[in-house]
């Protein structure tokens, strides 16, 4: 059985790269409605390598992250402070030297108002990327050092096929070069198409997804290049709005299905959709009360559009011991099973394995196994789909060998449960 791409590691930099088309073209069309004589080729170039850069430096942050020993470095370091408003900053001071030097080589005659213009293509690059990884349920920091707890948006997977359908369509009749456009049209034509072949895309949200891609092509064809750029635009938000909206209504169906008599023992909801699935999510419930209690389960926004039975089966056989939850379904939630543990447990973990206490900067819904050779399968039920390790899966020692060194000073998701309280 397919199993669903796991979702913790990034917005894909393929989206990230195409979001950035998306600002330099529409950056290109508010500059030329506003400029006095023919925008420059030169600008148009340097806007869309500025922002497809820009979109894509945040997640360099694979190149510091071993200065925290593997494998604890990939998830404390990732994003985490390239994905911050500092760095932001730091990363559009960057792209504007760049630009800068791009300009004395070509010796490309700017003016204020052009520089003012790249300024703000510069700016909203890695913002727009920060904002990206901040729709899923990884979660980023972008408030430090302000703040340094986690920012969720719970409502966008990794990969987004109608992203795609809305956004390339009118980045093909923008494109001024034959291979730009057929690149562009492969990469529409492989997310459309795979998206018939994975069984977790049910066949009508495929054709769906098809229909939605002919349609802004069809648009997009004879379009003036304003109205080109503002069919992308307001199509990719339209995209966005719509899982937002479905993400809040499952998050409201979780709450009302525990019908808990004490409503604060419930500490956090995180909800996914399927790729190209607004329709059906998976959900993670954090509770407390004599225990640490973790339940999991499928959820449906619009039960009267779309029912339970249609979700697809994810194939999520977990590494984490799963017991058959004593909660009813409802017309909106089937509770698939929930995991158990001691909270004295996972306060102790944190209060004395430094390994642990490490990965608590990051694990939003942990859970553990104790194995027979002494150490502990520490992971995040987030990620958490197959018997193996996963990406957020980490073997540590009951009685740790070593301390993770440069340990960021995130919030721990769950602090909630971690106080003692």
Known sequence: MSRLPNDGARVDNLTHALAGMLTAEAAVQLRASRASSSLSPSWRSAAYVAAVVGNNLPDLDFLWSGITPRPFGYLLHHRGHSHTLPAALACTLLLMAGVVAFTRVRRAAWSRADVVWMLVVCLAAPLTHIAMDSSNNYGTHPFWPFYSGWIYGDAVFIVEPFFWAVGIPPLVFAARSNVTRLTLLALLAFGVGAAFFVPFVPPPLAVALAVVAASCTAMSWRAAPRVRALIGVVGCWTVAATFFLASHEATTAVRGALDEPFPDELLDVVVTPLPANPFCFTALTV???????????????????????????????????????????????????????????????????????????????PYWVPEEDGTLVFGDLRYDRSPGLDFSDIRIDEKPSFCPTAVPSWRPPRHDLLDGN
């Open 287 to 365: 509770e407390k009360g004599g225990s640490y209690i973790a339940r999991r389960a499928t959820v449906v926004p619009w039960p009267s559009i779309y029912s339970l039975d249609k979700c697809p089966d994810t194939g999520e056989r977990p590494t984490a011991r799963f017991v058959p939850s004593p909660k009813f379904d409802t017309r909106q939630v089937h509770w698939r099973g929930e995991y158990v543990a001691s909270l004295a447990e996972l306060r102790a973990l944190y209060r004395d394995n430094c390994q642990a206490a490490a990965l608590l900067c990051f694990m939003r819904v």
